[in-house]
Every structure is written in structure tokens, then in C-alpha cells.
């Protein structure tokens, strides 16, 4: 093997690693923080929840503000090398590929964890960004109506952006819903979020016993999380139905 390819083989090594080692951290990061979460009690849940985008926003930072430029120095060292023959052009080409792929996944796990629009354009821009590509991946049709946005702060948005996310997952994997509709209503004192699917609904003594309702529970603690009330009515077969009230002059 000559220099030339141990370069290669050596770019290739590195990048690989790179990306295992962020995988890893990130899987273990969330892992360790979801099994806290779940452990502390209600008192607790408001400094955790804090704690819990905290990390994943420090995450998201190190991995556009670090990893990428790393990233794209291998991918540089890559396409600086010249093949001595097709086979190892070939393998060249193959492999600055498998970096963009590994760049460009690795965008959207830093705007899952912190979406970009929710920075910039606020939080109905956000949740329509989500629900978009929801709906280009997902059978459930869901429709989305904000009459009118009014900024909030930074808390609110980003925990009301994760209720909708939960609300959201837990239709497409729960429900058997074909429809699932989300209002989002902003005025000067106070944030309302209603969602209705037409699922088969659920048995809320049944859930409880079965899995002790986790999904309810990460509801309710991020609307305690905002001084506000969360409410949901349910039926086996008629669907389910949410709505939260954030009183936001009592928010922080």
C-alpha cells in the first residue's frame, strides 16, 4: 500500500470515528437524561426539563459549531487525493459522498434537537416547519391553524414545541388516527393549544396500569413547567382531544 492510499484509508478511519463517537455521546447523552427525567418528582421536573434543553442545545452547538468544520476538513483531505487508477478514484468519489451524507444527517439531528426556525421565526413557524415534514413522512393527515402569532418567551416556545412533538408522536404511534388537527392561539395574557384526532381513543385506567402513562405525564409536566393547565378527554373509538393553557404574564 502506498502513501497515497494509507492517506485515504487514514482520512476515511478518522471521519468514521468521528461520527461513532457522536453517535455514542449523543444516544448515551439522551438515554442518561430521559431515565433522569423520569425519576425526579414533580418538584424537581421544572430545574430538569431546564437542564434537558440545555444539553441538547449545547449538543446541537457543538455539533454545527465543531464537528462540521471537522467534518469538512476530512472531506477536503478526501477530495485532495488523486487515484492512481479507477478503482481508487471510485473509492475517492464513494467517500466524499459518504461525508456529505454524514454531514447532512447530522444537520438534522442538530435541528431536531434545537430547530433554527424556532430561534429565528418563532414558535408557529417552527411548528409548521414540523408538521410538514411530518406530513411528507407519515399517513396521519394533520392540519395546523395559528390565527395570530405573538412572540413569547424562549421557554414557552421551546416547551410548547415539545408538547406538540409528543402529541404529534404519540398519534402516529398510538392513535390509528387518519386526522389530527392542532390550534395554536397567542393573545397578550395567554396561550392556548388544543389538538383533536379522530383515533380509536384510549382507556385512561387501562393506560396507567399498563404503562403508567408516561406520555400523559411529560404533558403535564411541561404545562406545570409554565404555571399553566392541561386537560384531555378521551373515549375508546372517538378519538382524543387535548388542550393547554399557559397563562404567559406568569411565565418565565
Request: glycine fraction near 6%.
Amino acid at each position: 500500500m502506498d502513501s497515497q492510499e494509507k492517506e485515504l484509508y487514514t482520512a476515511i478511519l478518522i471521519a468514521t470515528l468521528i461520527i461513532a463517537a457522536i453517535l455514542l455521546y449523543f444516544i448515551f447523552s439522551i438515554i442518561w437524561f430521559q431515565k433522569k427525567y423520569r425519576s425526579l418528582s414533580k418538584a424537581k421536573i421544572s430545574a430538569e426539563i431546564t437542564t434537558l434543553e440545555n444539553e441538547r442545545r449545547r449538543i446541537a452547538s457543538d455539533l454545527h459549531d465543531d464537528v462540521g468544520p471537522l467534518l469538512s476538513a476530512v472531506k477536503i483531505q478526501i477530495n485532495h487525493l488523486d487515484g492512481q487508477n479507477e478503482a481508487e478514484a471510485a473509492l475517492i468519489r464513494k467517500s466524499s459522498k459518504y461525508i456529505d451524507d454524514i454531514i447532512k444527517r447530522m444537520r438534522e439531528i442538530s435541528n431536531d434537537l434545537l430547530p433554527n426556525v424556532l430561534i429565528r421565526k418563532g414558535l408557529a413557524a417552527a411548528i409548521q416547519d414540523f408538521l410538514g415534514k411530518m406530513n411528507d413522512s407519515a399517513s396521519l393527515k394533520i392540519t395546523f391553524t395559528c390565527p395570530q402569532e405573538h412572540r413569547v418567551p424562549t421557554q414557552v416556545e421551546v416547551n410548547v414545541y415539545r408538547i406538540v412533538q409528543e402529541i404529534v408522536h404519540n398519534t402516529v404511534k398510538h392513535a390509528e388516527a387518519s386526522h389530527l388537527q392542532i390550534q395554536l392561539v397567542i393573545d397578550e395574557h395567554m396561550l392556548r393549544l388544543a389538538s383533536e384526532d379522530n383515533g380509536k381513543g384510549f382507556d385512561y385506567k387501562e393506560m396507567i396500569a399498563k404503562n403508567g402513562g408516561l406520555g400523559l405525564l411529560n404533558l403535564q409536566s411541561r404545562a406545570e413547567v409554565m404555571g399553566g393547565e392541561f386537560d384531555f378527554t378521551t373515549e375508546k373509538g372517538k378519538g382524543t382531544r387535548y388542550l393547554f393553557e399557559i397563562p404567559l404574564k406568569k411565565s418565565v
